[in-house]
């Protein structure tokens, strides 16, 4: 996955005018201008590293005379006291975008190191981690990809790459074998159609109309063992609702294919880096 320029240069221009307004009167009154240093981004913590080269540009941006040097690159995996990153050019460059720069490393670098863990927790069995569309605003396209630097899957991208239908828009619809007529004789043929289902008996429902994915929201593992028996392989089955790291395995071995995680993006850790200057 290859972030696009535009976008990342967009958000970073963005941060950067939220953070620095008008000057930095710490730096720019302290630091002499054309000051010469050196800086760098050390690990803390033991986890997957992601945004690196969203770090660097955050340098670049501020000062094109910046030089950058990507020491461990993303997906990666680091420990406490590990070189991720050098710097060179300015001080007061260096300085200013010393925030932002940990700001995205720091949250990218959490999110692909908690979805390495889940995904090593479901390891042997049939069932993959996935995020959701549960992400901070302006920030779902470099959380995505964090997801997947750290070995986890996408979900839907947003509202217009697959018909999802939960609760509420069956309960609108007037029942989930209409709401899956009426989509399937609008859809066109690439669009897939996933029901999120309550009970077993919903789950017979989706099934007999045709569902290409079900989701088992917040079922025992016991009841999405049964899902999966009455399933028999027609549809996709994934797991949602209520997942935490004690219950993952046991979900995951119950045979379901999906396993999706809002905690990847909308709860995650930042991960511990530190910058140094001298």
């Known amino acids: 996955m290859v972030l696009n320029k535009f976008y990342v240069d967009d958000l970073i221009k963005k941060a950067l005018l939220e ?6 009167v710490t730096s720019d009154y302290l630091i002499p201008e054309n000051q010469q240093g050196s800086a760098r981004l050390v690990s803390k ?3 997957v590293v992601c945004g690196t080269e969203i770090a660097a540009r955050v340098f670049e941006l501020i000062d094109s005379d910046i030089k950058t040097e990507i020491l461990i690159k993303d ?3 680091v420990k406490p006291g590990d070189e991720i990153m050098r710097m060179s050019g300015r001080t007061v460059s260096l300085l200013k975008g010393e ?7 720091q949250h990218m670098s959490g999110i692909s190191t908690a979805a390495n863990k889940y995904s090593k927790i479901v390891e042997g069995t049939s069932a993959s981690i996935a995020d959701t569309r549960k992400t901070l605003p302006g920030l779902r396209p470099l959380q995505k990809y964090a997801v997947m630097t750290g070995g986890a899957k996408n979900h839907r991208y947003n509202l217009s790459d697959a018909a999802m239908l939960k609760d509420n828009h069956i309960d609108a619809a007037g029942g989930i074998t209409k709401a899956i007529n009426i989509l399937r004789s609008r859809l066109g043929h690439m669009t897939k159609i996933e029901v999120e289902t309550r009970n077993l008996d919903e789950l017979r429902e989706a099934l007999s109309a045709g569902a290409d994915i079900i989701m088992l929201d917040n079922m025992s593992p016991d009841t999405m063992r049964e899902a999966v028996k009455i399933n028999g392989g027609k549809a996709l089955l994934e797991a949602s609702g209520g997942i935490t790291d004690e219950t993952l ?3 995951a071995e119950t045979g379901v294919d999906i396993i999706s995680v809002g905690a990847l993006t909308h709860s995650v850790k930042a991960f511990d880096i530190s910058m140094y200057i001298k």
């Open 45 to 47: 913590a033991e986890g």
């Open 75 to 77: 997906g990666f995996p």
């Open 99 to 105: 925030r932002t720069a940990l700001n995205l490393i």
């Open 19 to 24: 953070d620095i307004n008008y000057c930095d």
């Open 249 to 251: 395995r046991k979900v």
